[in-house]
């Protein structure tokens, strides 16, 4: 099997798809998260989610128990 990789580390063929599956997750979740943010009007959540990359897990804990909004919080069965 041949991989292609920078610098002498391999990667796998898979690895471009995952890297984007992974970029437009992120996207989603945060853009969500800094919409609430900015809404609600919490300048510091504001600021720390959008320096942070977490890769969507900040953001959900954000949206789902910080925020506790209610479209997401009742798809998964949460009180809202």
């Given at each position: 099997m041949q991989y292609f990789g920078?610098?002498?580390?391999?990667?796998?063929?898979?690895?471009?798809?995952?890297?984007?599956l992974i970029i437009?997750?992120?996207?989603?979740?945060?853009?969500f998260a800094l919409w609430h943010a900015a809404?609600?009007?919490?300048?510091?959540?504001?600021?720390?989610?959008?320096?942070?990359n977490t890769v969507g897990v900040l953001e959900?804990?954000?949206l789902f128990?910080?925020?506790k909004v209610p479209e997401f919080r009742s798809k998964v069965g949460l009180k809202t």
């Open positions: 920078i610098g002498g580390v391999g990667l796998s063929p898979a690895f471009p798809a995952a890297l984007i437009a997750w992120n996207l989603v979740w945060k853009g809404k609600r009007g919490e300048k510091w959540w504001f600021i720390i989610l959008l320096v942070l959900i804990i954000y128990f910080v925020a």
